[in-house]
């Protein structure tokens, strides 16, 4: 139900922007998380229905954005001043209830991931 596209090899400090596309229906929150090899998931950010409330990890304030178009049925992740260890595979994951808390297991929906690649 959900697509995530957009990933891509980049040069650190580029920037990238993934998209989460999902295809039935609007879900309540959003998050996007990633893994990388021999890592644990990481949550890096989530927003609520409206758009108007936006929780980031620390490892990402600052330089990443979330950000959903509800005509559209997607949730983007704008990522700036992309650092070699932000690679990794990044997923987008929804929430029916509407929680878009950090916690991994409230999501209901996950999409297939997209790998994101940051070369020194």
């Known amino acids: 139900q959900l697509q995530a596209y957009g990933g891509g090899l980049v040069q650190a400090g580029g920037s990238l922007r993934l998209s989460c596309a999902a295809s039935v229906r609007t879900f309540n929150s959003y998050g996007w998380f990633r893994q990388a090899p021999g890592k644990e998931r990481e949550f890096l950010a989530s927003?609520?229905?409206?758009?108007?409330?936006?929780y980031y990890s620390d490892s990402v304030k600052g330089r990443f954005t979330i950000s959903r178009d509800n005509a559209k049925n997607t949730v983007y992740l704008q990522m700036n001043s992309l650092k070699p260890e932000d690679t990794a595979v990044y997923y987008c994951?929804?929430?029916?209830?509407?929680?878009?808390?950090?916690?991994?297991?409230?999501?209901?929906?996950w999409g297939q991931g997209t790998q994101v690649t940051v070369s020194s």
């Open positions: 994951a929804a929430d029916r209830r509407g929680r878009g808390t950090a916690y991994d297991g409230d999501y209901d929906v």
């Open positions: 927003v609520n229905w409206t758009g108007g409330r936006t």
